[in-house]
């Protein structure tokens, strides 16, 4: 098909395609009483089966306390989805069961097989909007479509009450055994964890690790403070620091305000209480301590260090308000040296320095420097005192560390091993108590949610008259069968068949084009006993000469390049496909043209070229190439035809088949090319034999014999394959045989024939 052209289906069309399975008419025929026949005897003998149609509301009761029978993975509950639960319980095979057991059809459940065959065929439960299920009954007893429903749903209620209160009672018995059990584990772990606790001494590690576990915290911070003292000292010893910022920077260690309250006893001689000078009117300031359990008393402004020291040991005093809200004594001091330097300075500018005023001025501010200095040598003597407290405290700590590891690990063992004995105790009184809850819910709880049902009634009902068989619908399905196994039939065997009688179909199995077809003759017989004289086949009841002028006329068209097609080799796949009969009539038309032609008859096996003809065979092929007669023409035989001459296969040529491979057969095809103007050679069949191959090196090309009806697709096939491989030219193939009294190939080459039996159209398409 050219490209763009597009593909027109007529009528016609497709008139020869269905009668193409005219020819099946028998077998259709046969199948088509097949498939009425099936359907009128399911008619006689099927069993009658009778329909309902009803309708159910139905509603659900939620369950008025989740369990873990109840309730699905998702929160939402086992049965959220009801409407799924309904329709898969009431199509579900211990339902039908236990049904049939309610109507008295069974004894006892589990024949689901024999009730489906005896009684019920068919139950479907649908839903439909609105709440609604819809069952369908088909039985084969017209009561059980009208019964089957109602007792379905009571079957249905009954049996999952059944189920809930068994489940309940099953579940109430397991609870409790479950609770003793929990009882007993519970009781054997407070045994365990009290025999734990007095084997292991757990009190007591508690105290000890309580006594112990601030040990390295208080390290930490002594260490930190020592330091501290240390780099201070080496401050204030440097010597370049001021009285005042020495006491400034000492005042950091002298620890935090004593809390009012306090009951001050000093019977220690290394407690160091911090003074200054006292102003009029004002109380002692500045009093601190570095602990709570040892608080320092404030001694009044002026005294010496020795009376420092002695009101440190002196009797207990109670820290009131008016103690720590004033400053420091050295910082009172400070003060009181600096307003003395300023009132000397202001002096300065109206009395000389030996007047009494600048003299009481300068006693004030030397007895001023004098005590703060002294304020100093205190606090550099406390300070120091306090350093060497922490020592000896780093000391006692340092030694309360091994016993601190030690006591730690073990309470830190001890206590993993508690907890891991408490948590076990704990998961089974939790388990206990979860359990309680359950069998405390049990009633209101279950397997299943609570469905009541309301019957709405039948919607159809057929209890009198089967639904099935029945009379029409059997008649449509058994013609529709019949229809269809008949159609289908014909396609399989037209699919199946594995010869051809159409053109199209040859060339697109072969490949090749159709130089010509040959109808099939009344009497196949004439083949052999018919003598070919000038008007083709005598007695013939077809024209067989204008059939082969077409065959003449269509061979050039595809001759390939430069081909003379002047030596025709003329083969088939298999005998009797009628090579010889086509070989013939060909050389006889091409002989009627005024060509001068020469039969050559190859096949030293079978040949029948002289029978054709009606002659003896003489001396033949054979003879001339075994050396029998010196001259060609001694065994070339005349014909009727003044331009028709044979060569026959020869009297003895069956034992001779190897002469065809010889030099001899190739140099007398040439010496007969500059006598004849067409040499056409009947050769043996393809498959089996290899006689056409040895002829095949010898000749311009070939025309391949196809037997309509006969010859199969896998012969043609396969015989392509041995004409490709000798790379002899292909002229075409000629169908043979085509019975035109079959009404598929009448039709087809009525419409077919002027492309290969009109030469004017041939001549005309030549090119397309």
């Known amino acids: 098909m050219q490209k763009g052209k597009k593909l027109i289906i007529t009528f016609q069309d497709v008139f020869l395609f269905l009668t193409r399975f005219v020819k ?17 005897l399911y008619y006689t003998y099927g069993r009658p089966t009778y329909y309902s149609r009803s309708l159910v509301a139905y509603d659900s009761v939620n369950l008025p306390i989740k369990s873990e029978t109840s309730d699905g993975s998702d929160g939402r509950g086992k049965w959220a989805h009801i409407s799924n639960v309904l329709t898969s319980a009431l199509n579900s095979r211990w339902l039908v069961e236990h049904t049939a057991k309610t109507l008295g059809l069974v004894e006892t459940p589990g024949e689901y097989e024999m009730i489906r065959n005896r009684y019920v065929s068919s139950i479907r439960v649908t839903l439909v909007p609105g709440n609604i299920l819809q069952i369908e009954i088909y039985a084969y007893q017209p009561w059980l479509v009208e019964k089957w429903p109602q007792a379905m749903l009571d079957t249905y209620k009954t049996y999952t009450q059944q189920q809930r209160s068994r489940f309940k009672d099953n579940a109430v018995e397991e609870y409790t055994k ?89 019977s220690r001689p290394d407690e160091v209480v911090s003074i200054a000078a006292p102003i009029a009117g004002s109380t002692v300031a500045g009093l601190s301590s570095d602990s709570p359990s040892a608080p320092i008393p404030a001694v009044p402004a002026g005294a010496s260090a020795g009376a420092m020291m002695i009101a440190a040991m002196s009797q207990p005093k109670i820290v009131v308000p008016s103690m720590v809200e004033e400053l420091e004594p050295w910082e009172r001091t400070e003060r009181d040296l600096r307003v003395a330097r300023q009132k000397r300075e ?51 700590l340092s030694k309360k560390m091994p016993d601190y590891r030690r006591v730690l690990n073990d ?44 019957w709405q009634g039948f919607t159809y ?36 068949r594995s010869t051809t009688s159409l053109v199209t179909e040859t060339e697109k199995l072969t490949g090749l084009n159709a130089v010509g077809v040959v109808p099939l003759l009344a009497n196949s017989a004439q083949v052999e006993t018919l003598a070919i004289n000038e008007h083709g086949l005598a007695n013939a009841d077809v024209n067989i000469g204008e059939t082969f002028r077409i065959i003449r006329s269509s061979i050039p068209l595809y001759v390939p390049g430069e081909n003379k097609c002047q030596v025709i080799m003329v083969t088939s796949s298999r ?6 009969m086509v070989s ?17 008859d190859a096949d030293m096996r079978r040949g029948r070229v002289h029978r054709v003809f009606d002659m003896e065979p003489g001396i033949g092929l054979s003879g001339f190439l075994a050396g029998e007669v010196s001259q060609l023409t001694d065994a070339v035989i005349k014909t009727d035809s003044p331009k028709l001459e044979v060569l026959s296969r020869g009297k003895n040529s069956a034992p001779r088949f190897e002469i065809l491979s010889a030099a001899r057969f190739v140099n007398t095809i040439n010496d007969l090319r500059k006598q004849y103007d067409r040499i056409i050679i009947d050769t043996p069949p ?52 085509v019975d035109l009294s079959r009404m598929e190939n009448y039709y087809y080459y009525s419409s077919y024939y002027p492309k290969y039996y009109d030469p004017s159209y041939v001549l005309q398409h030549a090119d397309a």
Not at 190 to 207: M, R, S, V
Not at 717 to 727: I, K, P, S, W, Y
């Open 411 to 454: 309470f830190d063992h001890y206590k993993r091993e508690y907890s891991l004995m408490s948590s076990g105790k704990l998961l089974w009184e939790s388990a206990y108590a979860d359990l309680s809850k359950r069998l405390t819910a049990m009633d209101y709880t279950g397997i299943d949610v609570r469905v009541e049902f309301e």
């Open 686 to 737: 393809l498959l089996g034999l290899a006689d056409s191959i040895m002829v095949s090196k010898c000749v311009d090309g070939a025309i391949f014999v196809i037997r309509a009806e006969q010859t199969t697709q896998r012969d043609i096939a396969t015989a392509m394959e041995v004409l490709v491989g000798t790379r002899t030219p292909i002229y075409g193939f000629v169908l043979n045989g």
């Open 346 to 396: 202001q002096a300065a500018q109206t009395y000389l320095p030996g007047h009494e005023i600048m003299r009481n001025l300068d006693r004030e501010i030397t007895d001023l420097e004098a005590s703060l200095s002294s304020e100093v040598n205190t606090a550099i003597t406390s300070f120091r005192l306090q350093k060497e407290q922490m020592a000896a405290r780093m000391q006692e």
């Open 575 to 580: 005998p009797s496909e009628g090579k010889t």
């Open 584 to 600: 013939s009539l060909l050389a006889r038309s091409f002989a009627d043209a005024d060509q001068k032609t020469l039969l050559i």
């Open 24 to 40: 099946h008419w028998k077998i259709a025929s046969l199948l088509f009483s097949l498939g009425l026949a099936a359907s009128l």
């Open 178 to 266: 479950d609770l003793d059990r929990l009882k007993t584990r519970i009781a054997s772990e407070q045994n365990a964890t009290a025999k734990f606790e007095e084997d292991n001494h757990l009190i007591e590690q508690y105290i000890a690790n309580n006594g112990l576990e601030s040990v390295p915290g208080e390290m930490l911070t002594t260490k930190n403070r020592m330091d501290s003292m240390q780099q201070v000292i080496e401050m204030i010893e440097s010597g370049k620091l001021p009285a005042v910022e020495q006491l400034s920077l000492l005042k950091k260690f002298r620890g935090t305000p004593v809390p009012v309250g306090t009951i001050m006893r000093n």
């Open 461 to 496: 009902l057929r209890n009198d008259v089967p639904i099935s068989p029945n009379k029409q619908k059997l008649l449509l399905y058994g013609v529709m069968l019949g229809v269809g196994c008949a159609a289908g039939g014909c396609f399989g065997l037209e699919k199946l």
